[in-house]
Each structure stands twice: as structure tokens, then as C-alpha cells.
């Protein structure tokens, strides 16, 4: 009887009229039960999530519940989200004579609601939980997110990828072979060249991923040459440009920092990378009220770790030390392998002068070059060079920690330094001077190519030093 209506219904689902698709499904509500979730389904669509919920709650379906979840997400209500996925889970469910395909939800896509959930309990600061529900996704089926999340918590290879294939070859997916191959090598530096060949597509994942495990590894240059390609072949592409915004930032790289800021407002306005990327420019500017402005924008837009660690350093910077350990003890509760919010409370103990402690997130985040300088800082200002000599043997990879080997070593690599190695030397530099060593000081000092502000106040230190003895 209403099957012309229905017919119109879904094709303004098709073609995104969303407000059609709410009016119609209003006709139907109001003249068939059959029909009825179709209106709060709508709703859902137009961003009337509390008028939704409302017209959703005598339903109990499993399609009801999962529109319910979608709702409440969107008003960031997780712990009311949570609770529908768990009765589809349990199959806490009202027989559906919903038989509408295109919006019908089935009870037996569990990795979607696995992947759901895990999601949820991230924002509500439970990782654990889930790490193993992404877990529990991915051995049905990789979803884009579970891939993301596992590989970020270096948690793939727990899983195995035999139980991964053996799963999905029993289910006679095709794509198998290739997901497989590309989630293996997504961290293989070899396996780059044959990706570049798949951009876009594939391939912008591949160089997108590999990138940011270069900028985590504290390798910025790498990391932006990668970047570079993939905008060079991709240049619309979004996912993971707010990390390549902070590496422009920490290659004081300001133009393009301010042309990749331009794009990606003309490109995606509404994203909450968009936002993030204005944060660093602002930053680089100076222009701290902006900077937090942006991110918190951003934060409002989507909850995560990244932002909170990006708000944290930005209070560190205004001196609000409380402030930006909540930032980094949440950014820690959504990210296990997350060096950068250990290192934020680490930065933020030593300005409390809370040294023990200070020193208990120093050692545990220091899984990089780059951290490793700032722990050699840390351990220089408090005077324990003996702990920064260490780090500094074991950064540049040196056989042992005495002072004339490693200067021989140090001069041995002139010219082969990579930007963060330079600034492992230049706290080197510094040790040597408080040791009195002035002469290797100067001599390692000018091996190193990098002119900046850290340049510049290690030259100063060893000029009075030298000064003083005279």
C-alpha cells in the first residue's frame, strides 16, 4: 500500500536528502507500525539525535538498538552507547519485523559492533578493554579503525596473522590475501615503493601509516619526505595530515606549514585535523591563545590522544602545569603506546619539582632519539650526568660510556647526523663543558650542522665557561 513511499524514502537515502527522506518517513509513521522506526532512523540522519532517542525508546530491536547507540555516540553519551551494543552482543533483542534491507541491522556483523565498542570504552579511558574487543574485530574482519588502533598499539603481531587468515579463508573472503599483505608490510619501509605505485588508493594508507611511525621514531625528516610524496600523488588526502602538521612545526618549516593550514580549511573545514593543524601553525606563530582556541575546537569535534597531548604541551607553555597533566594522564588512558603524553608528565613533574617522579616517566618514555635528548636536559639540569652520558651512548648506538671514546666515536660520524642525533650532541656538548673538557666541547660543537636557538645556548655556555677561567 505504501510501497511508493517507500521507494522515495530510500532514494533520498541514496541521493543524501535527508530531510525528504525524515518527511516522508513522518507519513508513514503516522499510518503504518511496520514503518515506524523508519522516522527516528531519519532523524538520525538529519542530526536530530535527542528527538530520536525519543521516538526509538518502545523499540528494543536489534536495529533500533544499534540507531540508539549511533545517537547517543553522537551526543558523546558512550556509557548509554555502550550498554545497546552489549544487548546486541547478548542478544537482548525483540524479534525485528523490520524488513527494510538497506537499513536493517544484523545481529551476526559482530565485528562491527566489536569495533564499536572498542571505540567507546576508548573514550571512556578503559583501553584495555578496548584493545581486546579490537582484537576480537579483527579476527572476524579488519576494520579500518581496528586495523588503525592495533597497529598504533603495536598489537598486531599478538594476534597473529594465521588465526587471521585461517578465520577469514573459512569465510571465503577474497580480499584476504591482499589485506593481509598490505596490514604485514604497512610498517616495512621496502614495501613503500610498491605502494607509491597504488596512490590514491591503497598506497595513500601505506605511506599515511608509515609516515607517522617515522615521526614517532623521532625520525622528522624521514617522516616528511614520506608526507611529501603522498601529497605530491594524493594532495586532497586528510588522514594523518595533522602529524604531518607537527612535523612541519618541528622542522620550523613555517610556509608550508601555512600552505597545508590553507588546503585543509578549503579542503575539509569540519575535520577535526583541519583544526589541529591550525593549532601547530598558531603555535609556531606564537600566538598561544589561538593555538589552544583551535585545539580545543578540535577536541571538541573528536575526543583523542593526540589533541590531549598537543592541549597539554600548549598549557606546559602558559604555565597551567595541572591543567596539562589532566591532558596527558587522559591522552595515557586512550593510548598505551604513547611516549609523547609520558614524556607531558614528565616535563610537567620537573616543573613541579617533583624530581622522583619526573624521573619515573623520563625512563618510560624514552623509546627515541628525540626523547632521548630531552631526558639527557633533564638529567644534565639536575646534575646527574652519569644517567645522560648512558642515554647519549645508547641513542647513538656507542660501544661504551667513556668520555674519550665517545668524543672519538662523535667525531668519527661527522657529516652522518641526522637532525635529532645533532641535538643529542648539543646536550652532549654541554657535559662535556660542566666537566671542564672545554676543548672537545668546542671541537664537537663545531661539527654540528645545526644553526638554531639550541645552537646558539650551548655556544653561550661554553664561551662563558671558557671565559671563566681566565
Known amino acids: ?117 572498542a571505540l567507546c570504552y576508548t573514550q571512556l579511558y578503559d583501553r584495555d578493554e578496548a584493545i581486546r574487543l579490537f582484537k576480537m574485530s579483527y579476527q572476524i574482519y579488519p576494520i579500518f579503525s581496528t586495523i588503525e588502533n592495533l597497529i598504533y598499539e603495536n598489537e598486531l603481531e599478538e594476534i597473529g596473522q594465521n588465526k587471521f587468515k585461517e578465520n577469514n579463508f573459512n569465510n ?10 598490505f596490514i604485514r608490510n604497512v610498517k616495512n619501509n621496502d614495501a613503500l615503493e610498491k605502494y607509491t605505485n597504488f596512490i590514491p588508493g591503497l598506497g595513500s594508507y601505506a ?28 594532495p586532497k588526502f586528510i588522514y594523518n595530515m595533522d602529524y604531518f602538521s607537527t612535523v612541519l612545526w618541528h622542522s620550523t618549516d613555517v610556509t608550508d606549514l601555512g600552505i597545508l593550514c590553507k588546503n585543509l580549511i578549503n579542503d575539509a573545514p569540519l575535520s577535526p585535523v583541519t583544526w589541529k593543524a591550525l593549532g601547530n601553525y598558531y ?59 609520558l614524556y607531558g608528565c614528565a616535563l610537567v613533574y620537573d616543573k613541579i619539582d617533583k624530581k622522583s617522579t619526573a624521573d619515573f616517566y623520563f625512563k618510560k618514555c624514552m623509546f627515541n632519539n628525540q626523547l632521548r635528548a630531552m631526558g639527557m636536559k633533564f638529567y644534565i639540569k639536575h646534575g646527574e650526568l652519569d644517567k645522560a652520558i648512558q642515554i647519549y651512548k645508547i641513542g647513538m648506538k656507542f660501544d661504551n660510556v667513556d668520555l674519550n671514546n665517545l668524543v672519538k666515536e662523535t667525531l668519527n660520524k661527522k657529516g652522518k ?52 677561567f681566565i
Not at 542530526?47 to 549511533?70: D, F, I, Q, V, W
Not at 619526505?225 to 594524493?234: A, G, N
Open 172 to 181: 571465503q573472503i577474497k580480499t584476504v590475501s591482499s589485506l593481509d599483505e
Open 417 to 468: 647526523f641526522d637532525n635529532i642525533e645533532e641535538f643529542m650532541i648539543l646536550e652532549f656538548v654541554e657535559i662535556l663543558t660542566k666537566l671542564n673538557l672545554l676543548d672537545f666541547a668546542k671541537t664537537i660543537l663545531n661539527i654540528v650542522e645545526y644553526r638554531g636557538e639550541t645552537y646558539y645556548k650551548k655556544k653561550e655556555i661554553v664561551f662563558e665557561k671558557k671565559h671563566s
Open 283 to 341: 603555535n609556531h606563530k606564537n600566538d598561544y591563545k589561538r593555538s589552544i582556541l583551535c585545539l580545543k575546537r578540535s577536541l571538541h569535534l573528536l575526543n583523542d590522544p593526540y589533541t590531549l597531548n598537543l592541549l597539554g604541551f600548549e598549557s606546559v607553555y602558559k604555565n597551567e602545569y595541572m591543567e596539562a597533566l589532566e591532558y596527558f594522564k587522559k591522552s595515557t588512558l586512550m593510548l598505551r603506546n604513547n611516549y609523547k603524553s
Open 1 to 117: 500500500m505504501f510501497e511508493d513511499v517507500v521507494d522515495q524514502i530510500i532514494k533520498s537515502y541514496k541521493y543524501a536528502n535527508y530531510t525528504n527522506m525524515t518527511f516522508l518517513s513522518s507519513f508513514l509513521y503516522s499510518y503504518t507500525s511496520k514503518y515506524k522506526i523508519l522516522l527516528p532512523i531519519s532523524l538520525y540522519f538529519t542530526g536530530e539525535y535527542s528527538r530520536s532517542l525519543s521516538l526509538l525508546s518502545p523499540y528494543n530491536t536489534c536495529t533500533a538498538l544499534y540507531y540508539k547507540y549511533l545517537c547517543y555516540n553522537q551526543l558523546r553519551d558512550f556509557t548509554n552507547a555502550l550498554i545497546c551494543l552489549q544487548k546486541i552482543i547478548a542478544e537482548e533483542v525483540e524479534v525485528d519485523d523490520f524488513d527494510l534491507e538497506i537499513f536493517k541491522v544484523n545481529k551476526n556483523d559482530k565485528e562491527y559492533f566489536y569495533n564499536d565498542m
Open 207 to 234: 605511506l599515511a601509516f608509515q609516515a607517522k611511525n617515522e615521526f614517532d621514531l623521532g625520525l622528522t625528516e624521514s617522516s616528511k619526505k614520506i608526507f611529501t610524496v603522498l601529497k605530491s600523488k594524493d
